[in-house]
């Protein structure tokens, strides 16, 4: 069987991976992320995946690589991670009550045969009214530093999200089953 490496040290892509029963060793990129590059959000996704996979290339001669890279995107703006609770409140006054999209890169690549797939998935998300109350609530009480839009899907479904479009798991951070497909493409099966 083929090594198989995530090049993510996200918590979140580790579980989905491990629940789609794969197994894979993580590596961190050290690649830097700039998302102000004047891209298309779905053009965005994939360049800084494909940027965190060849990160972390020369390490490996037989291998496959997996990477991804999340965001949010609204009134055709691209949202990251908050840094900090004041722009976390600020993210999460602008997504109530409001459609938003989750876009996924991913990037796979096959060190042995040079070939290189990146594709995006895009889920929308339409978030409840939310109260001042709720924001602040969740911002202490939850991790929204840590995650793109101040947000989590597990910490938030119930209570913020109105209807989801889309793959569930691209909002976590890792669309699993169109992965497990592009996989297949190359002839890796987990």
Known sequence: MRKIILASTSPKRKQLLENAGMDFEVVSSNYEEDMTIDLPPSELAMFLSHGKAESVISNFNDAIIISA???ISIDDKIIGKPHTKEMAKITLEKLSGRTHSVFTGYTIIDTKN???????????????????????????????????????????????????????NNIIGLPVDDVLKTLRELGIEN
């Open 69 to 71: 890279d999340t965001f």
């Open 114 to 168: 040079d070939k290189r797939i990146s594709k995006s998935v895009e889920t929308k998300v339409t978030f409840k009214t939310l109260t001042e109350e709720m924001i602040n609530n969740y911002i202490e009480e939850g991790n929204p530093l840590k995650f793109a839009g101040s947000y989590t899907l597990n910490d938030i479904r119930d209570k913020f999200v109105e209807k989801i479009e889309g793959d569930h």
